[in-house]
Nanobody, 125 residues
Framework: QVQLVESGGGSVQAGGSLTLSCAVS????????LGWFRQAPGKEREGVAI???????SYADSVKGRFTVSKDNARNTLYLLMNSLKPEDTATYYC???????????????????WGQGTQVTVSS
């Protein structure tokens, strides 16, 4: 059974930084595509950052240059370093995992099939 547990959310002033962590258990950690998503009140969930099983990364335009996604295969942990935070970054942040690339080939899927419970990030102006 796959479990994802986020931590590190909180409240910060604009311009500040936070680091989110996501502990992943279940299958071999290196076999996952991993991602961070967020959802603000009244808005749809959006992808923030993806890190592929080979370590390649991609980001939403709104966070490029400010957020960095990384993973530690030895600790089975995914991270999101968020710098220069803005009030519009306020949202519940979710980590997600998917193994279909490892199982079937191709690329990381857009619809991840394992999700954490979410952690709140609030940025005040």
């Amino acid at each position: 059974q796959v479990q994802l547990v986020e931590s590190g959310g909180g409240s910060v002033q604009a311009g500040g930084s936070l680091t989110l962590s996501c502990a992943v258990s279940g299958y071999t950690f290196s076999s996952y595509c991993l991602g961070w998503f967020r959802q603000a009140p009244g808005k749809e969930r959006e992808g923030v950052a993806i890190i592929d099983s080979d370590g390649s990364t991609s980001y939403a335009d709104s966070v490029k240059g400010r957020f960095t996604v990384s993973k530690d295969n030895a600790r089975n942990t995914l991270y999101l370093l968020m710098n220069s935070l803005k009030p519009e970054d306020t949202a519940t942040y979710y980590c997600a995992a998917d193994r279909r690339k490892w199982l079937y080939g191709g690329s990381c899927r857009k619809d991840f099939n394992y999700w954490g419970q979410g952690t709140q990030v609030t940025v005040s102006s």
